[in-house]
């Protein structure tokens, strides 16, 4: 991959944590938001409490990461200290939204990723297409953007989001970072048209591995195909592609890490940029067959954590809190818990 800074082994940084009192809020503010999506009868979730972010899964499948033999020395740690290794991984892909629209919707696109190491640590990788960076700078931006997104989508306004959208985020965080907001999310959303989950980029927030701030990252395979293989324009044409594809061979993707060099460039504490460090490949994800309707139905049921199998760093702090009190929040669903994940994936 191309970027303007070299390689380093990621040192050097300064973490900033929000404090206990700007945690609590955001705790409660899932909640909030978990139950007003519940109750709304805009919604489809007919009362039961879901996922927060993320409800609409295009494809639940399992297949296989794979680490690489020669990973950058600064890298081998954690889940990736065993090189080479393979280890079975529950995938989900899904649009961005709290509650399910047709795939043709403006919205972001999310891969999460299990895992268990040979030592048994689980392991999540959660990532989403929008650019390499987040629309906010900090927890508490996203979370004003969430509130605002589920009070329209609940309240069933969603042929005038666009325009809600543009005066509820002026008025609650003023008109410059407002404005920000709002071009990062059409220029992500609007305006780049996925032709196929298969062919996005993807990008998780910044963790701690050893003594080194990361960002991983997947990329597709050269071996993937361009275009979107199914009718462009049906409401699931991405669920449709992706099991297209799967029913003629693999989907793979590759498995980057970037590696921190300095905060103007590759900053902790703004998840707003988008890290200009080298992206370097240190394994492959690869599902190998469309899954069966059982198989999703579990997947559906995971918890997925991105401070599982890292140290948070920056936003990873406040994703791990609220992505846990999120899970707590949906248990009347099923959802699976990290034992159950574990035997799920055969691992010891």
């Not at 900033?16 to 609590?24: E, G, V």
């Not at 899932?30 to 609409?56: C, F, N, Y």
């Not at 948070?312 to 248990?331: C, E, F, M």
Request: proline share 4%.
């Amino acid at each position: 991959m191309n970027s303007t800074q070299s390689a380093s082994d990621g040192t050097g940084w300064v973490d900033k944590l929000d404090d206990a009192a700007t945690l609590a809020m955001l705790v409660s503010a899932i909640g909030a938001q978990q139950t007003k999506l519940a109750a709304s009868s805009h919604t489809g979730l007919s009362g039961q409490v879901d996922r927060a972010q993320h409800q609409k899964q295009l494809l639940g499948a399992f297949g296989t990461i794979r680490i690489a033999d020669d990973i950058p020395e600064a890298a081998r740690l954690g889940p990736f200290a065993k090189h080479p290794a393979t280890y079975r991984i529950a995938c989900r892909i899904s649009n961005g939204q709290p509650c399910p629209q047709a795939d043709t919707a403006s919205d972001v696109r999310g891969i999460a990723l299990k895992f268990f190491t040979e030592e048994g640590v689980e392991t999540d990788l959660l990532l989403t297409n929008e650019g390499g960076r987040s629309h906010a700078r900090n927890a508490v931006q996203f979370m004003a953007v969430a509130d605002i997104i589920v009070a329209l989508l609940a309240e069933g306004t969603v042929s005038g989001i666009a325009q809600g959208l543009r005066e509820m985020m002026m008025a609650k965080l003023g008109p410059v970072e407002g404005a920000r907001i709002l071009a990062v999310l059409l220029k992500e959303t609007k305006v780049h048209h996925v032709d196929s989950v298969a062919t996005e980029h993807y990008w998780g927030s910044v963790v701690q591995l050893g003594q080194a701030a990361i960002k991983y990252s997947l990329h597709p395979h050269p071996s993937t195909s361009a275009g979107t293989n199914a009718e462009r324009h049906g409401d699931n044409y991405l669920r449709a592609d992706i099991f297209n594809r799967l029913e003629q061979g693999p989907v793979k993707w590759q498995l980057g890490v970037q590696f921190f060099v300095d905060e103007a460039t590759t900053p902790v504490n703004d998840a707003s940029i988008a890290w200009k460090s080298d992206v370097m490949m240190i394994g492959e994800i690869e599902l190998d067959t469309p899954p069966s309707a059982d198989d999703e139905a579990r997947i559906d049921r995971l918890a997925f954590n991105p401070a599982n199998g890292f140290a948070p760093l920056g936003i990873t702090h406040a994703r791990q809190d609220v992505y846990a009190a999120s899970a707590a929040n949906r248990k009347g669903r099923g959802v699976m818990s990290s034992d159950e994940a574990r035997a799920m994936l055969g691992a010891h």
